[in-house]
């Protein structure tokens, strides 16, 4: 038997086998952390830009109809802009007025404040929608006011 087997001199090359699977080990869950991070913040961004784009539409339209439309149509051409996926504004966008009485309805009358709420589920990446009977999604909400100008005529 040799000197260099019984002073353990047989390990050439595990160094780089090592680092290897540390390497993968450490890095691919790091890398879906920010992936993960990455989305959920860019969804974020979107539902915030979303909202404050409805907003500012409700309050320029022509018509209260018309408003409600350009407010949908506004949302969802910023909700393309940062998220994949359909936006559905019968469901995730509410618009109503600010005010201590929950019976009113937004309008466009002068002075008015108008809240646009969008709520929203963003699916975490390379995972099922649940797992164990628990979803996997995060809830998002943002809430934009947008005042209608006073000095407009009322439409």
Request: aromatic share 6%; with cysteine.
């Amino acid at each position: 038997m040799a000197v260099a087997d019984l002073e353990g001199g047989g390990d050439e090359g595990n160094v780089v086998l090592e680092f290897i699977v540390l390497t993968v080990l450490f890095m691919v869950p790091l890398a879906y952390l920010v992936l993960a991070v990455f989305r959920v913040q860019g969804s974020a961004y979107g539902i915030t830009e979303a909202a404050r784009e409805a907003g500012r539409a409700f309050v320029e339209a022509n018509s209260t109809n018309d408003a409600y439309l350009q407010a949908c149509t506004a949302a969802t051409i910023a909700m393309r802009n940062q998220l994949p996926g359909s936006f559905d504004c019968t469901t995730e966008l509410k618009i109503r007025c600010l005010s201590d009485d929950d019976s009113c309805t937004a309008s466009l009358t002068p002075g008015e404040t108008v809240r646009v709420e969008i709520d929203l589920s963003v699916g975490l990446p390379m995972l099922p929608t649940s797992v164990f009977g628990r979803p996997t999604a995060i809830a998002l909400h943002s809430v934009h006011d947008e005042v209608v100008d006073e000095f407009r005529s009322p439409r």
